[in-house]
């Protein structure tokens, strides 16, 4: 899960069928009957400088193509974007890949602005990351129309009460215009066919095993990974361990109780500096935020560009801030700022995705109309990263309740997740009902990622995170078996590696040298230090 957009700004914010099953013989079918891949193996990356956007000197771009359908691979392909640092030494162990989480989020943009922190990885492997198919420059999705769709049927919390099947309607209509606008993608975005595309990367990269550091989203990736091609993993992390098995009601009300908490941690840290627009009082400062979201959906305010600034749009903007404490220093100002002066630009900033103009349509011209290449960063849509996310979340869920259940439950979920969170309750509710109206997902994740077999898997899961809870960790590692050894990192916010000194060693040795830390092992908070 990456951090969540604003409903409004990035259009919204948080069906694939079974593709083959990899067995170490990723070209076909695991019982040899199923269509050729083998020319999507046998590919060279032609690395070069990276153009059409700001990156550091020594990032390199690439591309790979991979079928759009695993069934059909011949109906149509797609390129996806990656990008690489190259490692330190003529010497070295070969790649190790990065997901920067989501889903939805771009790895080249991710890695050209944070590649500082895996510079340690160099002295042994090339860094990369991608895109991932309907992400960033790599067929990128768009809901379009539907967006404003979307946002007129849930804007209104009370449409909800007096008339819940008008607004599931709407939420069809939308639904259809995300599909109108995405194309060819749209029906094979999961991370079920994500993770056969990881595949080929790894294959076109040179390494007989993959070497991966998955984040939040990036652990269900590299999980299904696992239970595709056992045989591939190399040295596999997953940090902020996402779950396989709740549906997405239920990982709806677990983000907002984990967002809560961040939100009174912060708020706990807000009243003991004098510029906190809230006073200094915590529980005072908590009614304020409320009273705060309710007036600014009452009465929205202008940003000078674009639609009102609403309440959820607040929410939406806090929600990311608060994955960080190293943030807290400029929520609080942008708080400040609109508290007092009614200027949204600071929570505009966490926003997020305000970076790419439009989509127009416009795409690189190509002689086969089956083939999608990489489209150019200015063409990216606006809300690419909002509509990759809700897409890939419904196309990893089984379950698609049709509107008679929807109905009868609607009390029942609006009351948890109002339990969970006065905050955010509302909001992640919202996005649980996207997915109404779109095909139902496969259940691949849900049945068949256990007992992978694959070699031992380090995952991360930290105590005070409040996106992917702890009890995920514990969870995934048992479905997982005897292949996941678990760090228990003490400290707080939203994965562990950038935060914490000893989780950043400790999954570097693993890396670099093999060296394991003994099952459940653990580090300590960084306050403590």
């Excluded at 340690?120 to 991608?130: K, P, Q």
């Excluded at 674009?306 to 929520?331: K, M, R």
């Excluded at 899961?461 to 809870?469: F, K, Y």
Aim: hydrophobic residues 35%; glycine residues 12%; aromatic residues 6%.
């Amino acid at each position: 899960m990456l951090a969540k957009v604003s409903r409004r700004r990035c259009a919204l914010s948080g069906a694939v069928g079974l593709a083959l099953l990899g067995a170490g013989l990723p070209a076909v079918a695991a019982n040899g009957s199923g269509p050729d891949l083998s020319r999507f193996y046998r590919q060279k990356i032609s690395w070069s400088r990276c153009v059409g956007m700001e990156t550091p000197d020594d990032l390199q771009c690439g591309k790979v193509t991979v079928p759009v359908d695993y069934a059909r691979p011949r109906a149509g392909t797609l390129d996806l974007a990656l990008a690489r640092y190259r490692a330190a030494t003529r010497h070295k162990r070969g790649s190790v890949v990065l997901n920067f989480g989501g889903p939805g989020g771009a790895g080249v943009p991710s890695l050209a602005a944070g590649g500082d922190d895996f510079m340690g990885l160099t002295d042994e492997y090339d860094v990369v990351s991608f895109d991932p198919r309907g992400v960033g420059r790599s067929s990128p999705v768009s809901c379009g129309d539907g967006t404003d769709e979307a946002l007129a049927a849930t804007d209104d919390d009370t449409a909800l009460d007096r008339d819940p099947r008008t607004v599931l309607g709407r939420l069809r209509k939308a639904a259809a215009q995300c599909a109108k606008h995405s194309g060819p993608v749209l029906p094979h975005i999961g991370t079920v066919n994500v993770s056969r595309d990881l595949d080929i990367i790894r294959d076109a990269l040179g390494d007989k095993k993959l070497n991966y550091l998955g984040f939040s989203y990036g652990t269900r990736l590299g999980a299904v990974y696992a239970a595709q091609f056992p045989k591939k993993v190399g040295r596999l992390v997953l940090d902020g361990v996402d779950t396989l098995t709740e549906p997405l009601s239920e990982q709806g009300v677990a983000g907002a109780a984990g967002q809560q908490t961040a939100l009174e941690d912060f708020l706990d840290w807000c009243v003991k500096d004098i510029a906190c627009p809230f006073g200094t009082d915590a529980r005072g400062a908590r009614e304020q935020i409320v009273r705060l979201v309710a007036s600014l959906d009452e009465d929205p305010v202008p940003t000078g560009f674009g639609p009102e600034f609403t309440g959820q749009d607040l929410v939406g903007a806090v929600s990311q801030a608060l994955y960080s404490e190293e943030l807290w220093p400029s929520l609080e100002r942008a708080l400040a700022e609109l508290v007092e002066q009614g200027d949204t630009t600071g929570v505009l900033a966490f926003a997020g995705g305000g970076s790419f103009p439009s989509f127009r349509g416009t795409v690189s011209p190509t002689a086969d109309p089956t083939h999608s290449p990489l489209v150019d960063v200015e063409d990216i849509p606006f809300d690419n990263l909002a509509a990759a996310l809700m897409a890939v979340n419904c196309a990893d869920d089984p379950d698609r309740p049709g509107a008679d259940r929807i109905t009868g439950d609607l009390a029942r979920l609006r009351a948890a997740y109002e339990q969970a969170s006065p905050v955010f309750g509302r909001y992640r509710l919202t996005e649980y009902l996207l997915c109404y109206g779109r095909p139902k997902g496969t259940d691949f994740i849900r049945e068949k990622v256990r007992d992978v077999g694959s070699p031992k898997i380090l995952l991360v899961g930290t105590r005070g995170d409040p996106a992917t809870p702890y009890r995920w960790t514990v969870e995934t590692a048992k479905r997982l078996g005897d292949s996941a050894v678990v760090l228990d990192n003490k400290g707080d916010g939203h994965t562990g590696y950038a935060s914490s000194k000893c989780v950043h060693r400790k999954v570097d040795d693993f890396l670099l040298y093999g060296s394991l830390p003994p099952n459940g092992s653990s580090c300590g908070s960084e306050r403590d230090d």
